[in-house]
């Protein structure tokens, strides 16, 4: 069990403390204060669960598959040069399109269903993970690949066994800038490309006046976002105890 | 005449437009242990990345067991100097060895995987194979590295300075352990070092590299009774007479440089 971070609580509580004071002195409609947020999350806790639930499962389908096509394949680019120099260019050029620019075509290939929102994740959490894994692999001391040589494996076994779990600890940064975009762009694309969704929910809420019903959304969506990228933070210690334990990283073999 | 093990025949090579090996000859009989040294940047490193395949000579001709050089070939076992990067900190130990039998084919897992642990155990590992790298200091990761070298049944062993990084005491330690590991599995050994003292200890014989581009100066035989022993044939006669021929011998290249 980790400590609790007391003086983060604490500046927390001010936080919300300060919010509740200045709406209550202002007395405006629209600036609800924490109480009746939290009133609100409350009693709409139903509907925003379920709602986050669908934003929730369409980040994680779109990074999945973000994942699974960019890691190898930024390991190939990374590696091969004729591929280095064919892709790198295109990559660096798609990499500031932001996501709701490529929303329309999203909807014009994919439609409003799922499909065109987890294009747009798909497509956003591509960048960060590619662009990872390319580093990650040339950042890998060329010794290693001598070691497999020497050992008489084939590139692609070298490659898999020795080249991606060296680079993991890059690609490991890059899958959790992903994460936090894929949330993000997940209410993005329900916003854009309406039909459910945690995004939805805010969008009816500001369009109906339900003010403090939006806020109570906005702090479920922070609440979420939080503990889904603590539980990247936990993957990642777990899963690169090696790596901390030789570069005396952060809470060690944590 | 029998074929010799490894056999390198006027092996020229340059990297980068600098010609490292110059015109270098050298063969290793069946069980022998072979010391290569040579001045501190003479090209030992390139000459051990050449006779292992790992780079194509750009004339001449590395031979294995009668087979010319192309990639490392089956038989043959590298030791690595920097043992931390040799091995693969996300396995642990025991994995480390399984992984240099990838290529052994007609064995079993299981029995991989016993082979593995008897070869921790031939370097006295036997309580730390679930251990991984990291947690086990800088000499027991040289002897997984030794274990992983070994467990593939290679006939020649290759090793890059593979002491070079650990401390006085654990040197000694490792130094007869690859001795008696040698004795004991039979296997023809070409040691890389820039310590003199070590390579005519280790060695049946000696082999002096000149400065770059290399190429062989003296071939030396070490008539030294065995088993070694760290403090009798360190000061036997005819060890003090070797190492000051061999001293003199690298000196005199140092002033010529």
């Not at chain 2, 092996?11 to 050298?26: A, Y």
Request: some cysteine.
């Amino acid at each position: 069990m980790r400590r609790l971070n007391v003086p983060a609580i604490v500046l927390g509580l001010l936080l919300l403390g300060a919010w509740e004071l200045a709406a209550r002195a202002g007395q405006n409609s629209f600036f609800p204060p924490f109480s009746t947020v939290l009133a609100a999350l409350w009693a709409n806790g139903g509907v925003i669960a379920a709602q986050i639930v669908d934003t929730l499962r369409r980040a994680a389908i779109g990074l999945a598959i973000a994942v699974a096509v960019m890691v190898p394949f930024g390991a190939l680019i990374g590696r091969v040069r004729f591929l280095g120099d064919i892709f790198e260019p295109l990559v660096n050029m798609l990499r500031p399109i932001p996501p709701p620019a490529v929303a329309p075509i999203a909807l014009l290939f994919a439609g409003t269903g799922d499909a065109g929102k987890i294009a747009m994740i798909v497509y956003t959490c591509a960048f960060p993970i590619l662009i990872g894994a390319i580093d990650g692999v040339r950042a890998n001391h060329p010794m290693l690949t001598n070691v497999g040589r020497s050992l008489r494996l084939s590139r692609l076994e070298i490659m898999a066994f020795i080249d991606l779990p060296a680079a993991m600890p890059i690609i490991m940064t890059g899958i959790r800038l992903a994460v936090a975009a894929a949330l993000l762009v997940s209410v993005i694309a329900e916003m854009l490309l309406t039909t459910n969704g945690i995004g939805v929910y805010l969008l009816r809420s500001q369009e109906n006046f339900r003010i403090a019903d939006g806020l109570a959304g906005v702090v479920a969506i922070a609440v979420v976002g939080f503990l889904v990228n603590d539980l990247f933070l936990r993957l990642d210690r777990r899963l690169l105890a090696w790596h901390y334990a030789t570069t005396g990283g952060a809470e060690g073999q944590g | 005449m029998t074929v010799p093990v490894l056999n390198a025949t006027n092996v020229t090579k340059s990297l980068g437009g600098t010609p490292i090996i110059g015109g270098l000859t050298l063969s290793a009989e069946q069980g022998e242990f072979i010391s290569v040294v040579g001045p501190s940047g003479c090209g030992k490193t390139t000459l051990l990345t050449c006779l292992s395949g790992l780079r194509n000579v750009d004339a001449g001709e590395v031979s294995f067991e009668g087979q010319k050089l192309d990639g490392p070939p089956d038989g043959m076992a590298l030791i690595f100097q920097d043992y931390s990067r040799s091995l693969l900190p996300w396995r642990r130990n025991v994995d480390n060895v399984l992984f240099g039998m990838r290529r052994m084919t007609g064995v079993s897992a299981q029995e991989k995987r016993a082979k593995a642990m008897e070869m921790l155990a031939a370097v006295g590992l036997s309580k730390f194979e679930t251990h991984f790298p990291w947690q086990v200091s800088g000499g027991m990761q040289q002897r997984v590295a030794i274990a992983r070298a070994l467990a593939a049944r290679p006939h020649l062993l290759l090793l890059d300075e593979p002491l070079a990084a650990v401390d006085a005491q654990t040197r000694a330690d490792i130094q007869d352990l690859l001795l008696s590991l040698a004795r004991q599995f039979q296997k023809t050994c070409l040691l890389v070092t820039h310590d003199v003292d070590e390579a005519i200890y280790m060695a049946d014989r000696v082999i002096v590299l000149s400065n770059r581009p290399t190429h062989v100066i003296a071939d030396l035989q070490v008539p030294l009774p065995k088993p070694r022993d760290q403090i009798a044939t360190r000061s036997e006669p005819e060890f003090l007479r070797l190492r000051e021929k061999v001293l003199t011998l690298i000196r005199s290249m140092r002033t010529a440089a």
